[in-house]
């Protein structure tokens, strides 16, 4: 199976809440391309579903790290910051998503909570 399509059955997976089959393609995706952005971002969410908040905001920082104008990427991370009570950091994130891409419809949803 191709690393793309080995990617959608991944995506696939995760979407319909079925986290340990979309792990296991998303991390063959991995071995085989480590560079593969978008799997990497979503095992960070895979980890907050499973209720590893700690992983996935490690994961997610990392990720945001090496690509800072992922605005989904960082989106998801503000996310997960605001859910762990980390408001002013997420709220950053959110100023950032919404200074690299105006028209993000759900960092200005969130961007009310903010100050």
Known sequence: MSVESLYEQGFQAR????????RMYLE???AQMPE???AQWQIGLIQGFEGDFD???ATLQKFVTEHPNHCNARYD???TMMM???ADEACAH????LRQEPTHEKAKQQIVYCP
């Open 36 to 38: 593969h952005s978008d």
């Open 84 to 86: 762990l009570g980390m």
């Open 28 to 30: 063959q995706v991995i």
């Open 55 to 57: 992983g996935s905001l």
């Open 94 to 97: 959110f100023h950032e998503v």
């Open 15 to 22: 979407c319909e809440g079925n986290y340990r089959l979309a």
């Open 77 to 79: 991370l503000a996310m």
